[in-house]
């Protein structure tokens, strides 16, 4: 556990980096993006976008994504992605939140991450991100 949190994989910092750098190119704040990650990798990214009012979004991603995202998108291919870009360019944020509370299917599933499940969220997207990627899933 703690060893695990103490570790800042290749890539986590510089993901912050590229991200705040990306901004400063195009004259936007965070609020103005989305951040879809999967991983360890993208804990730190997830987190600086979620903490600074952008959309921070797990895909298909394992425990350390779910934690830090704000809504969890299982699916076969990236469409519900496009969905939730289109909804954010027409309301922002808010317009996700609605679009992802209402949203019925199973399979792509969105939802909103909360104590309430996630620990339901992670079980799901992981069984999912292993049939999907076979032992690469498994990875953090």
Do not use: H
């Not at 986590?12 to 936007?28: Q, T």
């Amino acid at each position: 556990g703690r060893m695990l949190e103490e570790v800042n994989p290749v890539g986590g910092r510089e993901k912050v980096n590229a991200i705040k750098d990306s901004l400063k190119r195009s004259n936007s704040s965070p609020q103005d993006a989305i951040y879809v990650g999967d991983s360890i990798t993208d804990r730190e990214a997830l987190s600086f976008i979620k903490e600074n009012g952008g959309l921070a979004v797990s895909f298909n991603g394992n425990r350390y994504a779910i934690e830090k995202a704000e809504v969890v998108c299982i699916s076969e291919n990236t469409a519900p992605i496009s969905t939730l870009a289109n909804a954010f360019s027409q309301g922002g944020k808010g317009k996700v939140m609605e679009l992802v509370r209402n949203w019925k299917e199973k399979l792509p599933l969105l939802e909103l991450v909360s104590e309430n499940n996630i620990e339901r969220l992670v079980s799901v997207s992981e069984r999912f991100r292993k049939s999907v990627r076979g032992e690469a899933g498994s990875l953090g």
